[in-house]
Structure formats: C-alpha cells, structure tokens
C-alpha cells in the first residue's frame, strides 16, 4: 500500500515465486545460474557458497547468444562510453576556464568547509562563505595565508 502511494504503480513486477510475476529473462538467467552452481558444487552441495565466486566469473564472462557480449563486455563499453562523455565535458569546460591568480595583499571569498568547522557547530543550512579575506602570505608551495576582514573562530 505504501509502495503504491509514495511511488505509484511499477512498470513491471519480478519475482521468482511464480510465473504469473516473472519475466522470461529472469526465468532463464536463474535457470542457467542454478545448473551453473550444481555442475560446480558436484557432490558437495553444502559448499555451495565457496563456488559463488567461480560462479560469478563464469557468468560475468560467458557470451551470450543474442548479442554476442558478455556482461563483462557490455559494463567495459559503458564504462568506455561514460569515460568518454566525461573527458569531452571536461574539455569543453576546461576551455572557458581562465587562470586566476592570487598575490599578497588581495581580498577574496572564503568558502568555509564541513572540516573547518567544529563538530558541534556545523549546520548544513548555514551560509558557508565568511566576508572578504586577505591574502597576508604566500610560501614556497604557492599556499597562501589568510586574514579575515572580521574575526572568525574558524579559520
């Protein structure tokens, strides 16, 4: 009842209880994962669970018939294909970026983090930026110090 009210009606329904809810698909991955694990556990059927992870590569490796892929196979291309799409957007973004660089004595925001502040004083809805700081330091590694326009306790 509460799944149908927060979420509405599923578009489909999975389980392996009964063949009126049940896809195809399902019905033959779980076939072919039993016979899998029987052909691996032989005579030792209580050692089901040490041949879970023979079991796992075997199935994650096997190509199957209809596409020509192994599950393995198919999350490589989506990674590939992910990996792909973010390097592009990162490149385009990376190219209306512009350098900015900081020296002794300008002021800028300083966005406070979670670390930064103590533990009892953290609040996810207080404004994390604090009035302008000056950069009063710079040392060898290009850190720079800085100073608050107005006292902060958390700096």
Same mark, same amino acid.
């Given at each position: 009842?509460? $799944?149908?009210?927060? #979420?509405? !009606?599923?578009?489909?329904?999975?389980? %392996?209880?009964?063949?009126?809810?049940?896809?195809?698909?399902? *019905?033959?991955?779980?076939?072919? !994962?039993?016979?899998? +694990?029987?052909? +691996?556990?032989? %005579? #030792?059927?209580?050692?089901?669970?040490?041949?879970?992870?023979?079991?796992?590569? @075997?199935?994650?490796? @096997?190509?199957?018939?209809?596409?020509?892929?192994?599950?393995?196979? /198919?999350?490589?291309? /989506?990674?590939?294909?992910?990996?792909?799409? +973010? $390097?592009?957007?990162?490149?385009?973004?990376?190219?209306?970026?512009?350098? $900015?660089? =900081?020296?002794?004595? %300008?002021? $800028?925001? @300083?966005? !406070?983090? &979670?670390?930064? =502040?103590? @533990?009892? *004083?953290?609040? &996810?809805?207080?404004?994390?930026?604090?009035?302008?700081?000056?950069?009063?330091?710079? %040392?060898?590694? &290009?850190?720079?110090? =800085? *100073?608050?326009?107005?006292?902060?306790?958390? !700096?």
């Amino acid at each position: 009842r509460d $799944v149908y009210l927060l #979420h509405g !009606l599923p578009a489909s329904i999975v389980s %392996d209880r009964d063949t009126r809810f049940t896809d195809g698909q399902t *019905e033959v991955v779980n076939r072919s !994962l039993g016979n899998l +694990l029987r052909s +691996l556990v032989g %005579d #030792h059927p209580k050692a089901w669970d040490q041949k879970l992870p023979q079991a796992e590569f @075997a199935h994650n490796h @096997a190509v199957n018939r209809s596409t020509g892929l192994s599950p393995n196979h /198919v999350l490589a291309q /989506v990674h590939q294909t992910t990996h792909a799409h +973010l $390097v592009a957007a990162t490149t385009k973004a990376d190219q209306k970026r512009r350098a $900015v660089n =900081f020296g002794v004595g %300008d002021f $800028v925001w @300083a966005i !406070l983090t &979670k670390d930064r =502040f103590p @533990a009892h *004083e953290y609040s &996810k809805l207080a404004s994390k930026k604090i009035d302008l700081v000056e950069i009063v330091g710079e %040392d060898q590694s &290009k850190c720079l110090s =800085f *100073e608050p326009s107005q006292p902060c306790s958390y !700096l």
